[in-house]
């Protein structure tokens, strides 16, 4: 179907250019009653250099002034208001695009960028009614069926679908901010459930409350895999849903960095001691295994199995060894004494039930062709048995502990796809949900946590040229790790009432778009402004509603007070759980 062109003839313009600098345009208003129709947000199409090209502006600012101050002063306080002459209205706009009626012998067309600067005194006309469809319609045509993904309708004009391009929203990291409430994980379903209409995708959800339970196949309108990091309470018997990520896994920086007690003055022979038994332990385990291939070029980050206790027995050896000395007498050994406290931690995690998903996993997670299996769930697209869509859930794992466990298993699917061969790789996304807890700006973080930052900007930064994606969710923009979020080309920001969340995402919008950022805390829920590389002209847009909702947190306080007793068992059983540290049965949606 040929789209609608926009036209202008018989149309009243709303006013002429009055100045103009780089990305700004300033306009004189000469028709008085139009102005009351305008409102931030809306579009400007100023007449271009030719009769079918026209620059589009959003509209910024709209300003009433005196015309003449000084002529409006103490001296006519009488009853009358002031006359149209008296008065000056402008509205500031900001460039973002060019439109063409005509593209050679195509139809209209619209590009990002103004071709040319708008010329003074040229013509401007509010894009309203008919000519709004069909500039609307211009925007969604241009992205072709296949890479539409679709978020929502334009709150301009709700007829119109807001569609983003699908291949650009994940290949350079998107982000998706806004104040608790504002529907982010709603918009998190909505885009997984896009997704799997398409034959193989692939996105990992971090489910850090386990409200996308939701999703999960079984469930009403459920289509995802889901998963958990095994709990205390599942330890004795895992689910076959849930996930353990051995100590082995772990590299030397991660497994220091929950070891090792930098103040301690023995810490620099710890860390030694402990590396070299690890590489020593990895080999006696290839040998036995007989993997001369492996043998021949692994190092001591190399994901291979081997047994703690043999390692935690060859430390606590050193620890006390005595040697003969050169007088022929018994002095300590060079570790004598120096592992002591080192040791102490290690055997306080190793029992520590809440790292039971690191230390204390079943026997199968301690063979060697463990990870391969692990690897190959979470990277394989959907196929006729399983989704792509795969929801993991955190929410048992303890604060303390959870950016080393995100961290951990972001890094080693990470590596397993940048070690792909780069024709069998297929995209995968990560969505990273309330990233500011796990996440967070480098000053506020502690040893392990500065690991998670490490691993996650290795991926923001080297994550598109293979493949992997991040999709960075947080009510908090102000508190997640700059490098990761200046990272991300897409935003959909929701509303967001804080004023320093609001100059975090600002920091990240192009200047030009400064202006629209002001509307941020004035969003209703479910409302964004959609900017970045994937939709062509900045937008405020209405999101969809997923099929399949997560499972609403928010509690109707004043409704449930009137109606809903509390239950004296659930409380009871509350507190067995959290002696149990687990849940028992999952959260009723
Ligand atoms: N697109 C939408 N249209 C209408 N209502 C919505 C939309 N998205 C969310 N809501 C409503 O807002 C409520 C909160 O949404 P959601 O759970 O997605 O918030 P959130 O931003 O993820 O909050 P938090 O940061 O606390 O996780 C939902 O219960 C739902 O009723
Ligand atoms: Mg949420």
């Keep these: 179907m040929p789209n609608e062109v926009m036209s202008f003839d018989g149309i009243d313009p709303i006013g002429r250019v009055m100045s103009v600098d780089t990305m700004r345009v300033f306009i004189h208003i000469d028709d008085h ?99 709004l469809t069909a500039f609307m319609g211009t925007l969604s045509q241009d992205v072709s069926k296949e890479k539409a993904l679709r978020l929502g309708s334009f709150t301009i004009d709700a007829t119109a679908s807001a569609v983003a391009d699908g291949d650009r929203f994940f290949q350079r990291h998107a982000a998706i901010l806004g104040s608790t409430g504002s529907g982010k994980s709603y918009t998190v379903a ?24 939701s999703l999960a196949r079984g469930k009403k309108d459920g289509y995802a895999e889901y998963f958990k990091i095994a709990g205390p309470g599942d330890l004795s018997k895992p689910k076959d849903n849930s996930i353990f990520l051995p100590y082995w896994l772990l590299n030397r920086e991660e497994m220091l960095s929950m070891l090792l007690d930098r103040s ?76 002591t406290r080192f040791i102490g931690r290690l ?24 990870l391969p299996g692990m690897a190959v769930t979470f990277l394989s697209t959907s196929d006729e048995k399983r989704s792509g869509i795969k929801v993991v859930d955190f929410s048992e794992v303890p604060a303390d502990v959870l950016p080393t466990v995100v961290s951990v298993f972001a890094r080693v699917l990470y590596d397993v796809q940048f070690w792909m061969n780069s024709e069998s790789r297929t995209p995968v996304c990560l969505v990273c949900d309330e990233a500011h807890l796990y996440l967070p700006l480098r000053s506020d973080a502690d040893a392990p946590t500065k690991r998670a930052l490490d691993t996650f900007e290795r991926i923001a930064k080297e994550g598109r040229k293979y493949g992997f994606a991040l999709l960075v969710v947080s009510q908090r923009p102000s508190d997640v790790s700059k490098t990761i979020l200046s990272q991300c080309n897409n935003f959909i920001a929701l509303r967001l009432t804080n004023e320093q969340d609001q100059s975090a995402v600002r920091s990240v919008m192009p200047d030009s778009m400064a202006g629209i950022a002001d509307i941020l805390p004035l969003l209703d829920i479910g409302e964004a402004i959609v900017l970045g590389d994937s939709i062509l002209l900045p937008s405020r847009i209405k999101l969809d509603k997923p099929k399949a909702e997560p499972i609403s947190l928010t509690k109707r306080f004043w409704l449930e007070w009137a109606e809903k007793a509390s239950n004296s068992n659930a409380i009871k059983v509350a507190v067995e759980n959290l002696r149990r540290q687990n849940r028992g049965s999952e959260p009723k949606g």
């Design 264 to 339: 301690d003055d023995n810490a620099p022979n710890q860390a030694m001691r402990f590396t070299s038994l690890v590489f020593e332990k990895k080999r006696e385990s290839l040998e036995k295994q007989n993997l001369p291939d492996i043998l021949a070029s692994f190092t001591v980050d190399s994901p291979v199995p081997y047994n703690l206790d043999t390692l935690l027995n060859a430390l606590r050896e050193d620890d006390q060894a005595m040697v003969t000395g050169s007088t022929g007498r018994d002095k300590q050994g060079i570790w004598h004494g120096k592992l």
């Design 33 to 131: 009653e139009l102005l009351k129709r305008v409102m931030v947000g809306n579009l400007i199409a100023i007449q271009g250099a030719t009769g079918h090209q026209f620059l589009i502006a959003i509209v910024e600012r709209i300003t009433r002034l005196p015309a003449d101050s000084t002529s409006v002063d103490e001296g006519t306080d009488d009853e009358t208001s002031p006359q149209p002459e008296e008065i000056q209205d402008t509205l500031r706009g900001v460039l973002v695009g060019t439109y063409r009626t005509k593209e050679g012998t195509a139809g209209p067309s619209f590009k990002r960028g103004a071709d040319s600067c708008p010329q003074i005194d040229q013509a401007c006309y509010l894009i309203g009614s008919a000519n």
């Design 347 to 370: 055997e306080a995690k190793i029992k520590d039930r809440r790292y039971g998903f690191l230390f204390q996993p079943p026997a199968d997670a301690l063979a060697y062709d463990w």
């Design 190 to 213: 909505a885009i997984l459930e896009r997704a799997n209409t398409l034959n193989h995708p692939n996105i990992i959800l971090l489910d850090m409350h386990g409200e996308y339970i």
